[in-house]
């Protein structure tokens, strides 16, 4: 998608620096990684350019393209068409079988796993990062709007997991188009609000896209594991391979996420990313704890855990996902006690996952369950989410 030009801007001075990353991962990666830092989604950036010259014409086009495709568009604007262009462009792994399939390993878990995976895990990593925290700095409503974005978050995940969810024109293609553009629109506001690059690089820059497309893989699937949740060699693979797909949609550089296929390689790519990442900030820790806060009250009313119970498990959680080093950056309890228990649990959570992958008959109603609980949240009245209006 881009070339690297690393003499082209400043280096972002809270992105470590140059020569600290050039010593651990070399010049092609270090090239690859100031690139990245200050480069947002040039694609989508125009159609928001676009969309503020012209107005509800290119609007309306986006909307149809996005929906109906490309060709359904009579005389698309220009960065519309470069757009869809791009994400119409099918890569060779994303085939009928990958499309149709659609991300089983996701559905494997219980939905209680994957929302405390969404939380403590992947979202309470993607806000540890000072430039995304500062990012949803500018949005205001930090702390109040927590139980939307994470429900819209979830909203948006069980869209693109389902099978076919992610052929075009189907509602988790539609909805990742439409996160792709929210991340857009967010990102010219954060500058109108001034916005530090010369600190953090470009408002949601490649590092922090990448950095996030991590946190819904790797981390969440090692936070499901430490759950109990484990998942084959095979099944991981496919995961991956399905996520590739999701990142050409998202408007990711290939070269920060195409060929993961395993937990070690993401791991390895994810060391560059957080090289240049920043430790936490204040914010970070507030969107943290407002993170754990609103899925806290999601547990009670999902599962009937009360808060008192469910908030220092889920603090005792967020501490085994993310190391103890990260929990005190973020101000997090040491909920000794609520960790005691947690092993036992933990245990009879995985003898009885491995008790029903085990059983053809309960493997297949496991998935099916998950699946039918997805298409549930998405059929739940409500307002429409914040990336179905950006």
Do not use: K
Request: hydrophobic letters at 45%; a neutral charge; charged letters at 20%.
């Amino acid at each position: 998608m881009g070339t690297v030009s690393p003499a082209s801007t400043a280096w972002p001075h809270e992105r470590s620096t140059r020569s600290a990353v050039l010593a651990q991962f070399g010049e092609a990666r270090t090239d690859l990684a100031g690139w990245a830092l200050t480069t947002g989604d040039p694609l989508a950036d125009a159609v928001v350019a676009e969309i503020h010259a012209g107005g509800g014409p290119v609007r309306s086009a986006l909307t149809t393209a996005i929906r109906d495709g490309l060709a359904a568009v009579t005389d698309p604007p220009p960065a519309v068409a470069a757009l869809l262009t791009q994400t119409e462009a099918t890569p060779a792994y994303a085939d009928d079988a990958l499309l149709d399939a659609g991300c089983r390993p996701y559905f494997s878990s219980h939905p209680a796993s994957r929302m405390i995976a969404l939380s403590a895990g992947a979202l309470v990593r993607t806000y540890s990062s000072p430039s995304i925290a500062a990012v949803l700095h500018t949005t205001g409503r930090l702390v109040e709007a927590a139980d939307r974005r994470l429900l819209e978050t979830g909203m948006w995940l069980n869209a693109a997991m389902l099978p076919g969810g992610l052929r075009r024109g189907a509602a988790g293609y539609v909805a990742t188009l439409q996160v792709r553009m929210m991340h857009a629109h967010i990102r010219r506001h954060a500058r109108a609000r001034g916005f530090d690059e010369a600190a953090h690089g470009a408002p949601i820059n490649q590092i922090d896209l990448a950095r996030t497309w991590m946190d819904f893989t790797v981390t969440s699937y090692r936070a499901e594991q430490a759950m109990g949740f484990d998942r084959t060699p095979s099944e991981v693979a496919a995961a991956y391979r399905y996520w590739w797909h999701l990142a050409h949609l998202l408007g990711l550089d290939p070269r920060l996420t195409d060929g993961v296929s395993s937990h070690e390689q993401a791991a390895g790519v994810d060391a560059l990313l957080q090289a240049v990442t920043g430790p936490a900030s204040p914010v970070s820790a507030a969107l943290a704890d407002a993170s754990l806060a609103s899925i806290a009250r999601s547990l009670h009313e999902v599962v009937g855990v009360p808060v008192r119970i469910g908030r220092p498990a889920l603090d005792a959680l967020t501490r085994r996902f993310h190391g103890h080093g990260l929990g005190d950056d973020l101000g997090l309890p040491r909920a000794t006690a609520a960790d005691a228990l947690l092993g036992p649990a933990i245990a009879a959570v995985r003898w009885d996952h491995r008790r029903r992958r085990a059983d053809p008959d309960a493997w297949r109603r496991v998935h099916e369950t998950g699946m039918a609980a997805a298409r549930g949240l998405l059929e739940q009245p409500g307002e429409p989410p914040a990336f179905r209006t950006a």
